[in-house]
């Protein structure tokens, strides 16, 4: 089993920075991607896809973030990190790791909550 340990959430002002980190240990082996997902205080059991890293180094982004999240990955610390700028208040929300396997499953984090206001 793989264990995932989020951390650097908080409180931000509108315009502020924060970077979350999560590091996975335990079964690391075959972890292919690594990505961000977040939920909303308003979005029942639907968590947004945030942005992704392969293991090449390939990443994805949704729309509302591009330009202002960058994501990025230690391969040998099997740890992913997040750099969120210009953060918004419709940023606020629950943002959950996931590693994803070469057989298709995936693990979630526990979340770490982000909370952009003034």
């Known amino acids: 089993q793989v264990q995932l340990v989020e951390s650097g959430g908080g409180l931000v002002q509108p315009g502020g920075s924060l970077r979350l980190s999560c590091v996975a240990s335990g079964s690391t082996y075959r972890i292919t991607n690594m990505g961000w997902y977040r939920q909303a205080p308003d979005q029942r059991e639907q968590r947004e896809l945030v942005a992704t890293i392969t293991s090449i180094g390939s990443t994805n982004y949704a729309d509302s973030v591009k330009g202002r999240f960058t994501i990025s990955r230690d391969y040998a610390k099997n740890t992913v990190y997040l750099q969120m700028n210009s953060l918004k208040p419709e940023d606020t929300a629950v943002y959950y790791c996931?590693?994803?396997?070469?057989?298709?499953?995936?693990?979630w984090g526990q979340g770490t909550q982000v909370t952009v206001s003034s």
């Open positions: 996931q590693v994803r396997y070469s057989s298709g499953s995936f693990r």
